[in-house]
């Protein structure tokens, strides 16, 4: 201790013990004469030494081909957007091309340190070969509550009513940023187009509520539509729960600097030990967050699920602006919504010319990707390119550029998925233009667990049956089972296509096989199920998945041998068999109905294949186990509420088990 120190504490001890005593007056007089020689030893100065940084950054941009803005775009209530603004050197009279986003506009715009807009888009944009080629002033900004922009986050904020009392969501978001943009961007034409994928997708599909003149075209990509009965969050009832480090990330903070932390390596593993998903919410932390707190107070398709269906928003709507949907036949994330959508307002264009849809072989978000391959599939060309330059490109330029140039896009541009061709239709379902029709055409399951053309007779057998136990799972894929994500070599964009087989082996896995087929089998539509089951619990989970398997052997491509790809599948919650918003115990060991669409396909099984119908009780980690024994909630659920349970499927002619297929039939 400094002399300094010690004297400064014998002054502090004086004056608060011993205030009182005469002697202590004397002692901080003279102590303090003492004090004051000893600090000014102690503080010496130094010479100024500069910094070397300075005080405000000028960027030199000499060389660049474009000029980047940053702007605060006020909207109505007086909350400001971050906004990227890249504009083109030389650009006059350029439309724009839109992005509004959750995931930070500045990250997006900023892929590379680079003089020239294609390296710094490249990588994220949806499609930075037409901007460039094009010369589109492209713009993202950061939606309301992330990252640079103003306001409350809200996942996915409904529109004005019932869900939100506030007069502000994203289609008055969307209308005052347009109005801004072309108000403040003098290199434009005054029109604008919005484009994006997954929530990106979302946002396209609110600008077309009350959207602005200048809004002249929408390319939603893969959409978030209905969070419940068919994306991101459940699937008609059974929660998504692999998507626990999505919400947390999202919701947690406004720069998603907050991380979910794992326990195992195998996420099969880190599901099973906490239970329930409910449970591994509260051990993370989650219930801090306001929409984990929704999805936990609303397991049930009610009011708070179906009034924001943005489906269901845009049927009511007036149809101004023309709409390119595109839906990706292997979307491990967003399957349901761009057809719903497209079902929802295809309807609304009498004229043939406002609503456009896609349908390529790929995964979420691969349209803007290469698209020569998905998993173990190859296509006979790089259908992303494809798409990007025959289809988008034209489109846009029609809609968007002053001099209109001509488009020969189709209403409805479907690859034909085991052909591998590029079909142009006008209009889905149809699988081919005059000379053919869709008909709907039962694929029985049968006795022997065959597969087959015909329906059961009398006399066979009446069921086949399994025991599901929740303590071992059937998991979606084979494992260790990584986690979502697309970093760091992580497949989860394939496991729709992954090879079904190590399933098929199972004992709690129903396996209905046809004979080999001699001639193609072509199907355009939504296979709808009708599965006559029952189950000795008072709940159940029901999975089918449709599946072409591959000839035993593949001369071109020899690990195609028997391989058995999905072609569609999905799951359904049994306690939703009568309401989907009224969620009721199964009586158990009755046979029961239950009917529910699997996701569109445009699919032909060829000569050589064979059809097969697989039917399990868990998909497990990617949806929750059902206990099987009914309780108010799943999220919730005890270990001792999880039971063993034989589950039948019947094939008799009272209660016949099938699949209706969209058969495509050519006319002679």
């Known amino acids: 201790m400094t002399r300094f120190n010690q004297t400064f504490l014998k002054i502090l001890k004086c004056v608060t013990v011993h205030i009182r005593k005469p002697v202590c007056h004397l002692t901080v007089i003279l102590w303090l004469f003492a004090i004051v020689p000893l600090a000014a030893q102690q503080a010496t100065t130094y010479p100024d030494f500069p910094s070397e940084t300075p005080q405000k950054l000028v960027k030199a941009t000499d060389g660049f081909n474009y000029t980047r803005r940053n702007v605060m775009i006020p909207m109505r209530d007086g909350v400001k957007l971050h906004t990227v603004i890249l504009v083109p050197n030389g650009a006059k009279d350029a439309p724009i091309l839109l992005t509004r986003t959750p995931y930070d506009a500045s990250s997006l715009t900023s892929h590379a340190h680079s003089m020239h807009l294609g390296p710094i888009l490249q990588g994220y944009d949806n499609a930075t070969d037409l901007i460039i080629e094009d010369g589109y002033i492209r713009v993202v900004q950061d939606v309301r509550g992330k990252y640079g922009s103003e306001g409350d986050y809200v996942m996915n904020r409904p529109l004005h009513g019932p869900q939100n009392p506030t007069p502000v969501d994203h289609a008055t978001d969307t209308y005052d940023t347009i109005d801004w943009l072309v108000k403040n961007i003098s290199e434009s034409n005054g029109k604008v187009g919005i484009i994006g994928i997954s929530y990106d997708g979302f946002l396209p599909l609110m600008a077309l509520v009350n959207p602005h003149p200048a809004l002249k075209v929408s390319v939603p990509m893969n959409p978030m539509v209905d969070g419940w009965i068919g ?41 099973m030990s906490a239970g329930s998903a409910g449970e591994l919410g509260r051990r993370r932390g989650m219930e801090q967050t306001g929409f984990w707190r929704k999805i936990l107070a609303h397991p049930s398709y009610d009011a708070f699920w179906s009034e924001q269906a943005v489906d269901k928003v845009l049927a009511a709507q007036p149809l101004k602006v023309p709409v390119m949907i595109v839906h990706s036949y292997w979307d491990q994330e967003d399957i349901y919504g761009a057809i719903a959508v497209y079902k929802a307002i295809e309807p609304k264009d009498t004229n043939n010319d406002k609503v456009f849809l896609v349908m390529g072989p790929w995964c979420h978000g691969q349209a803007i990707d290469d698209g020569s391959s998905l998993g173990a599939l190859k296509f006979n060309s790089n259908t992303s390119l494809y798409f990007r330059q025959k289809i988008l490109k034209p489109f846009l330029a029609h809609y968007l550029k002053n001099d209109a140039p001509t488009m020969d896009v189709p209403p409805v541009a479907a690859y034909e998925t085991g052909t591998n061709v590029w079909r142009q239709l006008q ?98 539509g939504e ?51 009568e309401n989907l918003s009224d969620a009721k115990p199964i009586e158990s060991d ?47 659920a005890k270990p001792e509420d999880f039971q063993k349970a034989t589950q039948r499927v019947y094939h008799t002619p009272e209660n016949a088990s099938f699949i209706e297929l969209p058969l495509v039939k050519e006319h002679d």
């Not at 998991?475 to 994500?485: E, K, L, S």
């Not at 989860?492 to 046809?514: I, T």
């Not at 998945?545 to 028997?562: R, S, T, W």
Request: proline fraction near 9%; hydrophobic fraction near 40%.
């Open 231 to 271: 994306d991101d969050w459940f699937h008609n009832g059974a929660f998504r729960q692999q998507n626990l480090p999505y919400i947390y990330e999202q919701v947690a903070t406004r720069d998603n600097t907050a991380f979910w932390f794992t326990s195992h390596f195998d996420d099969y593993d880190v599901y």
């Open 427 to 524: 209009s889905w379902p149809s699988g081919c233009d005059d000379d053919c029709t869709v008909n709907p055409t039962l694929l029985y399951l049968a006795s022997g667990l065959k597969l087959g053309w015909d329906a059961p007779t009398f006399g066979d057998a009446a069921f086949a049956e399994y025991v599901s136990d929740p303590a071992k799972p059937v998991p979606f894929r084979a494992r260790p089972i990584q986690p979502v994500g697309y970093d760091n070599g992580l497949n989860w964009p394939e496991w729709l296509v992954d090879d079904q087989r190590e399933a098929s082996g199972r004992p709690d896995v129903l396996v209905f096989v046809s004979d080999v087929l001699t001639e193609p089998v072509k199907i355009s």
């Open 527 to 577: 296979p709808i199920v009708n599965l006559v089951a029952s189950t000795s619990g008072t709940d159940a989970d029901w999975v089918v998945k449709l599946i072409d398997v591959y000839p035993d052997e593949v001369a071109e491509q020899p690990k195609m041998g028997g391989y058995q790809l999905m072609v569609a599948a999905d799951i359904f919650r049994g306690r939703y068999r």
């Open 590 to 636: 009755k046979p029961l109905p239950y009917r529910f669409a699997l996701p569109t396909a445009n699919h032909v099984f060829l000569p050589g294949h064979r059809l097969m119908v697989q039917i399990q009780s868990s998909w497990f980690p990617l949806y929750d186990r059902n206990p099987q024994k009914f309780v108010p909630s799943i999220f919730w």
